[in-house]
């Protein structure tokens, strides 16, 4: 079945660098992005969201692009800080169901 | 904003015994929660869809006679493991959506089974 996923499981970056999570999707379909945060022992925490019609959103230190062309998202995160070391999640929402994919884990080195 | 709330958040329990996860939104009415399951390591799988006064609809592969869902109220849907093994020992988040776009999630079950 279709699903969304993800190329780099792992991804470890000096504090204040900027991080590039990236996700592949193949439901062309989909018409909807979230990126999720996870901590340890935690649920999902919404980070931001893209809707297909955009190829860009920008938040609070992080950008998502989308590449609807070759299905591919990114989560950019500026000035990488000791707090952001989570598993990072993209996810596509699909009539109040969210699926996931299989996450990437960033560490931040102080 | 809504909160939604799981417990326990976490339980350990003998293998064949039952366990019950609750889950419960506590600013809004939800009529539609979601059970996501995730091993460590990995991501969360949905389960399945908890339906406020009607039968759950489950996800290929997830066995609905082993865990079963109870959605009696719009604020709490249940979750319960049944005859659990140690492979069903794993970190178990339930969700509400607000709408298409935007959903809450609690801050999950670990069960381990021993």
């Known amino acids: 079945g279709e699903s969304v996923g993800l190329h780099l499981p792992t991804l470890s970056v000096q504090e204040g660098d900027n991080s590039i999570i990236n996700c592949a999707y193949s439901?062309?379909?989909?018409?909807?992005f979230i990126w999720y945060k996870q901590e340890s022992g935690k649920g999902p925490q919404f980070i931001i969201d893209?809707?297909?019609?955009?190829d860009k959103r920008q938040g609070q230190r992080v950008t998502v692009l989308l590449n609807k062309t070759v299905k591919h998202l990114s989560l950019q995160i500026a000035a990488t800080q000791p707090g952001d070391s989570a598993v990072y999640f993209c996810?596509?929402?699909?009539?109040?169901?969210?699926?996931f994919g299989p996450g990437t884990s960033l560490s931040v080195i102080p | 904003g809504a909160v939604v709330s799981q417990h326990p958040s976490w339980v350990i329990c003998k293998s064949g015994t039952s366990v019950k996860i609750e889950c419960r939104s506590l600013?809004?009415?939800?009529?539609?929660m979601f059970w996501y399951r995730q091993f460590p390591k990995q991501s969360l799988m949905l389960m399945a869809t908890?339906?406020?006064?009607?039968?759950?609809?489950?996800e290929q592969g997830v066995e609905k006679d082993k865990f079963l869902i109870n959605h009696a109220s719009l604020t709490l849907s249940t979750l319960t493991v049944t005859s659990a093994h140690p492979e069903d020992s794993s970190f178990y988040i339930c969700?509400?959506?607000?709408?298409?776009?935007?959903?809450?999630f609690g801050q999950g079950t670990r069960l381990t089974v021993v």
């Open positions: 969700s509400v959506p607000l709408s298409r776009l935007e959903a809450f």
């Open positions: 439901n062309s379909a989909s018409d909807y």
């Open positions: 893209i809707r297909s019609n955009m």
């Open positions: 996810a596509e929402a699909n009539y109040d169901k969210v699926i």
């Open positions: 600013d809004f009415q939800a009529t539609t």
């Open positions: 908890s339906n406020e006064g009607s039968k759950a609809t489950y």
